[in-house]
DNA sequence: TGACAAATTTGGAACGTTCCAATTATTTAG
DNA sequence: CTAAATAATTGGAACGTTCCAAATTTGTCA
């Protein structure tokens, strides 16, 4: 079936020119004549050749060899589908494809995918670092010259690039505008709190608090694994408070989107009842019902800007690892009952 | 920074062995001492040794590159997100790694990426493919005798083998439920009409109008971008026509989503004043409000079956084409008003 | 026209692996 | 103890490209 492969070699020898002459134009090399090229090209086609870039790779330098890696602890999460399609427009135009891989959050598994990707040759890794990685797994990356960037996730320690949502601010944001629609009693939902993002955002909120005049209780702050069931038993554990709250700010979309659940199986509708304000904006937030206030972050801009900065890296051979963060802005929807809908809503009754 | 490559030949001179010998180490071969090996692997771990795939290529077949390709026609689509998260649950422990590439829909961006992929070597591919691919796009990849299967859709007349959902029995057994539940204007709503996706589903749906004794009328088929917003538009055209369906069978779940946006815009409820059935059972379908009642093709499932399909062609040499349908079942929720829901929902009231 | 410069082309040595045939070391059988 | 068989190891060619230094062609100017 699989017809022997057409080389360099025959390219040349059909053309009636040297290997190197043809290597010339795959490059698209000043240094041929017109002629020639078009010759060679029409060759190329003629021939159907492929280009080999596994043999090219061999020979040059470990950063041409236009794959990057891009590895995500959910995929599932329609925020990561979103950064990856954002980080494949822009690999894509600069004639990169790219490995993606899922870890589902475990660091066995992203051990095993970054090392499977080195043997491949990526000149540049995307990461969004599964729970618990540690500096120490990206060391031999790193030493290796390899460019790195994680995204929405830190990695305490390790040299290497980051883009990461400005979580504080946002998160401030959030619990600002609650408080200026007269909530006091406001929860924050959601999130494992041994990562950065979970901190930082808890930072953002209770600065928030104390600005506005509120005191962050602890017993308003509940952790629960970040996704949409996690966002539900969290709900159910603030609603059996003594002091209820009446307003929430959740770790992530999922999580909201969830809350939002829990609050309907109690008969309290997200929006009127109760305000939730989530963060992320990923597609659905817009269209859900009621739709939700949240932090836009953009996911897809973010896999753009994540992916530009890992081919300045690759390109510049060894630049400083950079911290970049990106930011965000306050959409306000239905689902944190604001002063707008108020009104559409009363229409409607 | 990036200090000089290990290679196999510095192994060689630290283990005191040859560089064949490590080569074998390498593959596992059963040839070597087991002192020898364990000798070899110590080095290999001290030294911090890379494998490097594209050496390997070089020199062996095609076929043995351990990547595989997957594109697909849109990864915002969380049906796709999760038939990638599946397909890289198998090939990833397979020992592969895959490239994944969104098209977006765009033929030309499709050539350009599987043009891509080639040039790297992958030993197979999975496609999605977009709007209006012939089977001409595939010829020379198929003739290169590179595995290809396609998913969801098919490409008539393209050699390759095929999973797609058995979309005429899901339809059917769509409409069948509405009818029996009194439904006896049931609109058949999004879609492409000149993909095969819709014209099997649209059979399905004709089959059972005929076989439950209705009339398949053709102003109840709308078609429209198979989007959340095509369903709004859609719903939008079946709510002016003279006599109003009162039940619709969507053509996917995103437009079932869609359709639900469009009642509410006209203080209709779905569920209760209205019936939706979507298809395809996409995470949301079973959170959303009302749960979308939906034909379930367990897309992450697919994609492990497509993967399983694609690496048994590989391993298999060039094994023939080979067409399955993936068999789909109704999943009862809310959205269409069951019985059972009916029950729930008053208990509310 | 001759000399020099510029433009184009080229052979061969790499790159890091695998494969083959051949070699050497170790067992086993007689 | 030797021959044959088996186990383990090995050097070198090959894979398809790029890169370098050198060679060839073409063009320019006096």
Redesign the interface.
């Known amino acids: 079936?699989?017809?022997e492969r057409v080389t360099v070699i025959d390219i040349a020898h059909a053309a009636g020119v040297s290997k190197s002459t043809v290597s010339l134009v795959l490059q698209g090399s000043p240094l041929v004549n017109e002629g020639t090229r078009a010759r060679v090209n029409a060759v190329i086609r003629e021939l159907?050749y492929?280009?080999?870039?596994?043999?090219a790779?061999?020979r040059q330098s470990?950063s041409k060899?236009?794959?990057i890696g891009i590895v995500v602890n959910d995929?599932?999460n329609?925020f990561f589908?979103?950064l990856?399609?954002g980080v494949?427009?822009v690999v894509?135009s600069a004639?990169y494809?790219?490995?993606?891989?899922?870890t589902g959050e475990s660091v066995d598994?992203q051990r095993?995918?970054i090392?499977?990707?080195?043997?491949?040759?990526i000149s540049g890794l995307i990461l969004s670092p599964a729970r618990g990685t540690e500096a120490a797994d990206l060391k031999?990356l790193v030493?290796?010259?390899?460019p790195v960037v994680n995204v929405v996730r830190q990695v305490a320690g390790a040299k290497v690039s980051s883009l990461v949502s400005d979580n504080r601010t946002g998160m401030h944001e959030a619990v600002r505008h609650l408080a200026g629609l007269g909530h006091g009693r406001i929860a924050f939902l959601g999130g494992f709190p041994d990562t950065a993002v979970f901190a930082d955002r808890l930072a953002g909120y209770r600065d928030a608090m104390v600005a506005m005049g509120l005191v962050p209780q602890d017993d308003l702050v509940i952790s629960s694994a970040p996704s949409?069931a996690g966002g539900v038993a969290a709900i159910e554990r603030a609603l059996v408070l003594n002091e209820r709250p009446t307003a929430a700010v959740c770790l992530n979309d999922a999580v909201a989107?969830g809350v939002c659940?829990g609050l309907?199986a109690h008969?309290l509708e997200p929006g009127s009842d109760f305000a939730v304000i989530g963060f992320d904006d990923v597609?659905?937030a817009q269209?859900?019902?009621p739709a939700l206030t949240t932090i836009s972050v953009d996911p897809q801009g973010m896999g753009r800007r994540a992916a530009q900065l890992l081919l300045k890296q690759i390109n510049a051979?060894?630049a400083e690892a950079e911290a970049v963060v990106s930011s965000v802005r306050l959409v306000v929807r239905q689902s944190c009952g604001a002063a707008s809908d108020k009104r559409e809503r009363l229409a409607l009754l």
């Open positions: 079936m699989s017809r159907g492929v280009y080999n870039r596994g043999a790779n061999l470990h060899s236009k794959i995929l599932t329609s589908a979103e990856a399609v494949d427009m894509q004639g494809v790219q490995f993606l891989s899922n598994r095993e995918v090392a499977s990707m080195r043997e491949h040759g031999t030493a290796s010259g390899i949409r989107f659940d309907r008969r597609i659905e269209t859900a019902v051979g060894n």
